[in-house]
């Protein structure tokens, strides 16, 4: 298959490579000359232009910053692929960007779909990412070779844009989930808990959840969590509060009452503005402790 992937940077540049391995013939654009040369050190044909990129691709991917992004390249795409031409876009988005993304590529007679994926820049590289799609059933059905190139979970959520609802959705639990596992620890910490000991409870009873057993948040319970790497990422701060900013504008235009959502939100904003937005979202345990201990 020959495919164009459009955006090859901490996501889209192993996304890319990893189709080139699976077999494809990749066309690579980006806006950046060194991502672009990295990019074809992994095999992808590295194009000069977006037109370059796409001409003779059965399936188009982009991979960008957010819904402004994706909206800009789509027109000039569906202004240049012929009808036909698979549309796929992978970024995390707003929904109405993602709807209008959508309504552009059936307006040019090209079956298209959301896909966007959790499972950061390692499930990038590994290839192991998970894609929540949204789109027709039958152009779900005919993308999984190239889904099953770059992840190892591809679940059909439903029609145009229902992937995006499914991604913030999940992202608004997670960051939810952290702030909840963060509070614990520093108040089992202030009542002379020890990490392991409510870890211990905690990943066996009713407080479980992946911001515990597989990312938890103090150093020691999960070798493996960003807590023992000094909150380098991981999942940046500044992609967090992009994710809940993403649910809150979905909840308000769609009626949906998210108090929790909304706290979350303003606390990662506060955890961003404190020059976090690099860090690990998990190192919001670090300004909870701090603003309990100026309470004592
Ligand atoms: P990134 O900023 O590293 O990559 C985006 C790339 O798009 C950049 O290289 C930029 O030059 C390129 N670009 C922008 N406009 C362009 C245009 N008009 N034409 C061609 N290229 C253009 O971002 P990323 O971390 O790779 O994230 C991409 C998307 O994936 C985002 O929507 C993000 O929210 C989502 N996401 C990221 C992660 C993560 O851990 N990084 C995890 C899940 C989802």
Same mark, same amino acid.
């Not at 009808?83 to 090209?110: F, N, Q, V, Y």
């Not at 896909?115 to 005919?142: H, I």
């Not at 009873?205 to 023992?228: E, H, I, M």
């Not at 706290?263 to 300004?287: C, Q, R, T, V, W």
């Given at each position: 298959?020959?495919i164009g992937f459009?955006g090859l940077g901490h996501m889209?540049g192993?996304m890319?490579?990893?189709?080139v391995?699976?077999? %494809?013939a +990749?066309?690579g654009?980006?806006?950046?000359?060194?991502?672009? !040369?990295?990019a074809?050190?992994?095999? @992808?044909?590295a194009?000069?232009s977006?037109?370059?990129?796409v001409?003779? /691709?059965?399936?188009? =991917?982009?991979?960008?910053p957010?819904?402004?992004?994706v909206?800009s $390249?789509? &027109?000039e *795409? $569906?202004?240049?692929?012929?009808?036909?031409? *698979?549309?796929?876009?992978?970024?995390?988005?707003?929904?109405?960007s993602?709807?209008?993304? %959508?309504? *552009?590529?059936a307006a040019h %007679?090209c079956?298209?779909? !959301?896909?966007?994926?959790?499972?950061g820049?390692?499930?990038a590289?590994?290839?192991?990412?998970?894609?929540m799609?949204?789109?027709?059933? !039958? $152009?779900?059905?005919?993308s999984?070779p190239?889904?099953?190139?770059?992840?190892k979970?591809?679940?059909? #959520?439903?029609?145009?844009?229902?992937? &995006?609802?499914a991604?913030? #959705?999940n992202?608004?639990i997670?960051g939810?989930?952290?702030?909840? +596992?963060?509070?614990?620890? $520093?108040?089992?910490?202030?009542?002379? *808990?020890? %990490? &392991?000991a409510?870890f211990? +409870?905690a990943?066996?009873?009713?407080?479980? #959840?992946?911001?515990?057993?597989t990312y938890?948040p103090?150093?020691?319970? @999960?070798?493996a969590?960003p /807590?023992?790497?000094?909150?380098?990422?991981?999942?940046?701060g500044a992609?967090?509060l992009?994710?809940?900013?993403l649910?809150?504008e979905?909840a308000?235009?769609?009626g949906a +009452?998210?108090p929790l959502?909304?706290k979350?939100?303003?606390?990662? /904003?506060?955890?961003?503005?404190l020059?976090?937005?690099g860090?690990?979202?998990?190192?919001? =345990? !670090?300004m909870?402790r701090?603003?309990?201990?100026s309470?004592v």
């Amino acid at each position: 298959m020959t495919i164009g992937f459009i955006g090859l940077g901490h996501m889209g540049g192993p996304m890319a490579a990893n189709l080139v391995k699976a077999g %494809h013939a +990749v066309r690579g654009f980006d806006l950046s000359q060194p991502l672009l !040369d990295e990019a074809r050190d992994k095999g @992808v044909i590295a194009c000069a232009s977006l037109t370059d990129a796409v001409a003779g /691709a059965d399936t188009v =991917i982009t991979m960008l910053p957010a819904g402004k992004h994706v909206l800009s $390249v789509w &027109q000039e *795409l $569906v202004a240049t692929v012929p009808p036909g031409t *698979l549309l796929i876009d992978c970024s995390t988005i707003d929904i109405d960007s993602a709807r209008k993304a %959508h309504g *552009l590529a059936a307006a040019h %007679h090209c079956p298209s779909l !959301d896909g966007p994926v959790s499972g950061g820049t390692g499930g990038a590289a590994a290839g192991t990412l998970t894609f929540m799609v949204g789109g027709e059933e !039958d $152009v779900f059905a005919k993308s999984q070779p190239v889904f099953a190139a770059m992840g190892k979970k591809i679940i059909h #959520c439903g029609g145009p844009a229902a992937g &995006q609802a499914a991604k913030i #959705c999940n992202n608004m639990i997670l960051g939810i989930s952290m702030i909840a +596992v963060g509070e614990a620890f $520093v108040l089992g910490e202030k009542l002379g *808990l020890s %990490h &392991q000991a409510l870890f211990d +409870v905690a990943s066996v009873s009713s407080g479980q #959840c992946w911001s515990l057993t597989t990312y938890c948040p103090v150093p020691g319970p @999960v070798p493996a969590s960003p /807590a023992n790497h000094d909150y380098k990422p991981g999942f940046a701060g500044a992609l967090m509060l992009k994710d809940l900013k993403l649910s809150q504008e979905a909840a308000q235009s769609a009626g949906a +009452v998210t108090p929790l959502g909304a706290k979350a939100a303003e606390l990662y /904003a506060l955890f961003n503005e404190l020059g976090n937005d690099g860090k690990d979202f998990s190192g919001i =345990i !670090d300004m909870l402790r701090q603003q309990s201990a100026s309470t004592v």
